[in-house]
């Protein structure tokens, strides 16, 4: 969630968000002294990149990010979490964080514990395969 105050968020369409890296000022100065100094680097173009994600929020309020940290770790990415402030915000609420049902189920210590036991029982088991095989596509709006 700290991560989430490094970016800003811009709403570009009813289901489409646009978080902006912000970036560190102790960073920016420190670079642009640097670049400042150095006079064979002011001769020289420098690309400007800025670093921008995209948020889609589908029919069912799933978000997807197109960083696609929730589809390779399981876990929420701090541009969603820019998007819920965002949104609670708007709202005038305030967005209090994520649960354990917004994480995938392979990262819950029950799954952890029981599942790779070899005196787990093996209904519980085959009960957690069908759990992970058919888990969240995402984090709901
Ligand atoms: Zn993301």
Not at 61 to 83: L, N, P, Q, T
Not at 100 to 113: A, F, G, L, P
């Amino acid at each position: 969630m700290y991560h989430s105050k490094l970016y800003s968020c811009k709403q570009v369409d009813q289901s489409i968000f646009q978080i902006k890296f912000q970036g560190g000022s102790t960073i920016d100065n420190k670079l642009s002294s640097e670049i400042n100094d150095n006079t064979r680097i002011m001769s020289a173009p420098i690309p400007l990149f800025s670093k921008i994600h995209t948020i889609q929020v589908n029919c069912n309020k799933i978000m997807f990010c197109d960083c696609y940290f929730f589809e390779s770790v399981g876990m929420f990415c701090a541009h969603m979490v820019c998007v819920c402030k965002f949104v609670a915000n708007t709202n005038n609420e305030v967005f209090t964080g994520f649960t354990h049902r917004d994480i995938v189920n392979r990262w819950t210590s029950s799954y952890m514990q029981l599942v790779f036991k070899l005196s787990t029982p093996k209904h519980i088991q085959k009960y957690y395969d069908t759990l992970v095989s058919n888990d969240i596509k995402g984090l709901m709006l």
